[in-house]
């Protein structure tokens, strides 16, 4: 059985999967939150790799034009 840790201030929550999805599935508007906050996440960490994995374009020389 896989569990879920949810850090939280003062303690770690460990759920089954679910046990989350009954808690978020009475709450529609809280899973939809999650979704997009996930998508958001997943989208902001390829653009990172993305940015890591490119070539520079020009040759870092230093500040203001020589």
């Known amino acids: 059985m896989k ?3 949810i ?3 003062k303690y770690k929550l460990y759920l089954t999967e679910a046990e989350l999805v009954g808690l978020l599935g009475s ?3 809280l899973w939809q939150e999650g979704i997009m906050r996930g998508k958001a ?3 902001a960490k390829q653009a990172r790799e993305r940015q ?3 070539p520079r374009r ?3 020389d230093g500040p ?3």
Do not use: C, Q, W
């Open 7 to 9: 850090a939280l201030t």
């Open 3 to 5: 569990f879920v840790e």
């Open 27 to 29: 709450n529609l508007s």
């Open 64 to 66: 203001g034009i020589a």
């Open 58 to 60: 020009f040759p870092d």
């Open 41 to 43: 996440f997943t989208r």
């Open 52 to 54: 890591a994995k490119a």
